[in-house]
Protein backbone atom coordinates (compact mmCIF):
# COMPACT_ATOMS: atom_id res chain seq x y z
CA UNK A 1 0.00 0.00 0.00
CA UNK A 2 1.58 3.12 -0.85
CA UNK A 3 0.33 6.72 0.17
CA UNK A 4 -0.31 9.38 -2.63
CA UNK A 5 1.71 12.61 -2.02
CA UNK A 6 1.41 15.89 -4.19
CA UNK A 7 1.97 19.94 -3.94
CA UNK A 8 5.85 19.79 -3.97
CA UNK A 9 8.04 22.19 -6.58
CA UNK A 10 10.28 24.61 -7.47
CA UNK A 11 10.03 27.61 -5.18
CA UNK A 12 12.58 30.44 -4.02
CA UNK A 13 13.44 31.35 -1.06
CA UNK A 14 11.12 32.95 1.65
CA UNK A 15 7.97 31.22 -0.18
CA UNK A 16 5.56 29.13 0.67
CA UNK A 17 4.34 25.45 -0.67
CA UNK A 18 1.35 23.34 0.74
CA UNK A 19 2.26 19.65 0.41
CA UNK A 20 -0.47 17.46 0.22
CA UNK A 21 -1.04 13.08 0.91
CA UNK A 22 -3.59 10.75 0.50
CA UNK A 23 -4.03 7.58 2.55
CA UNK A 24 -5.55 4.78 1.52
CA UNK A 25 -8.41 3.81 3.68
CA UNK A 26 -7.81 0.24 3.04
CA UNK A 27 -4.44 0.64 5.28
CA UNK A 28 -6.86 0.74 8.41
CA UNK A 29 -5.94 2.15 11.93
CA UNK A 30 -3.68 4.54 11.89
CA UNK A 31 -2.32 6.38 14.62
CA UNK A 32 0.44 8.79 13.15
CA UNK A 33 0.91 10.52 10.01
CA UNK A 34 3.73 12.38 9.32
CA UNK A 35 6.20 13.88 6.50
CA UNK A 36 10.30 13.08 6.11
CA UNK A 37 13.03 14.44 4.38
CA UNK A 38 15.75 13.53 2.05
CA UNK A 39 18.17 16.38 1.20
CA UNK A 40 20.70 16.14 -1.23
CA UNK A 41 23.93 14.14 -0.03
CA UNK A 42 22.06 13.80 3.46
CA UNK A 43 20.30 11.01 5.55
CA UNK A 44 16.35 10.86 6.05
CA UNK A 45 14.89 13.37 8.58
CA UNK A 46 11.82 13.50 10.41
CA UNK A 47 10.01 16.71 9.55
CA UNK A 48 6.83 16.46 11.29
CA UNK A 49 4.03 14.48 12.59
CA UNK A 50 0.54 14.55 14.07
CA UNK A 51 -1.43 11.79 15.55
CA UNK A 52 -5.30 11.21 15.22
CA UNK A 53 -5.83 13.08 18.69
CA UNK A 54 -3.82 16.19 17.31
CA UNK A 55 -0.49 16.20 19.28
CA UNK A 56 2.31 17.33 17.13
CA UNK A 57 5.81 17.57 16.63
CA UNK A 58 8.34 19.02 14.53
CA UNK A 59 11.85 19.04 13.97
CA UNK A 60 13.70 21.81 15.39
CA UNK A 61 14.90 23.40 12.16
CA UNK A 62 11.20 23.94 10.74
CA UNK A 63 9.76 24.97 14.05
CA UNK A 64 7.47 28.02 13.63
CA UNK A 65 7.76 27.70 9.91
CA UNK A 66 6.15 24.48 8.79
CA UNK A 67 2.94 23.38 10.27
CA UNK A 68 1.25 20.05 9.63
CA UNK A 69 -2.70 18.86 9.90
CA UNK A 70 -4.89 16.36 8.76
CA UNK A 71 -8.82 16.03 7.78
CA UNK A 72 -10.66 14.95 10.52
CA UNK A 73 -11.56 11.95 8.42
CA UNK A 74 -7.95 11.35 8.95
CA UNK A 75 -7.31 10.20 5.69
CA UNK A 76 -5.59 13.40 4.30
CA UNK A 77 -2.42 14.88 6.04
CA UNK A 78 -0.45 18.29 4.71
CA UNK A 79 2.07 19.97 4.95
CA UNK A 80 2.20 24.03 4.90
CA UNK A 81 5.24 24.85 4.34
CA UNK A 82 6.39 28.65 4.98
CA UNK A 83 9.53 31.34 5.07
CA UNK A 84 11.15 28.74 2.94
CA UNK A 85 14.86 28.32 2.76
CA UNK A 86 17.34 26.88 0.60
CA UNK A 87 18.26 24.22 3.26
CA UNK A 88 14.72 22.93 2.96
CA UNK A 89 15.49 21.87 -0.66
CA UNK A 90 14.73 17.91 -0.59
CA UNK A 91 12.25 14.98 -1.57
CA UNK A 92 9.44 15.00 0.68
CA UNK A 93 7.56 11.55 1.82
CA UNK A 94 4.36 11.71 3.74
CA UNK A 95 3.91 8.36 5.96
CA UNK A 96 1.57 6.86 8.35
CA UNK A 97 2.29 4.18 11.15
CA UNK A 98 -0.34 2.81 13.84
CA UNK A 99 1.71 3.85 17.13
CA UNK A 100 4.00 6.24 17.91
CA UNK A 101 7.53 5.67 16.88
CA UNK A 102 10.39 6.26 18.65
CA UNK A 103 12.13 8.24 16.24
CA UNK A 104 15.49 8.44 18.51
CA UNK A 105 15.56 4.70 18.54
CA UNK A 106 15.28 4.37 14.84
CA UNK A 107 11.92 3.47 14.41
CA UNK A 108 10.28 4.56 11.06
CA UNK A 109 6.48 4.79 9.94
CA UNK A 110 5.11 1.64 8.32
CA UNK A 111 3.34 3.18 5.42
CA UNK A 112 5.00 5.59 3.04
CA UNK A 113 4.28 7.55 -0.49
CA UNK A 114 6.03 8.39 -3.24
CA UNK A 115 8.09 11.08 -2.37
CA UNK A 116 7.69 14.62 -3.95
CA UNK A 117 10.74 17.09 -4.76
CA UNK A 118 10.77 20.61 -3.51
CA UNK A 119 13.68 22.64 -4.54
CA UNK A 120 13.73 26.07 -3.21
CA UNK A 121 16.11 28.53 -5.01
CA UNK A 122 18.15 31.12 -3.34
Known amino acids: VQLQASGGGLVQAGGSLRLSCVIPRSIGSIYTMGWYRQAPGKERELVARITSGGSTNYADSVKGRFTISRTSAKNMVYLQMNSLKPDDTAVYYC?????????????????WGQGTRSPVSS
Open 95 to 111: NADSIWGDVEAGDEPEY
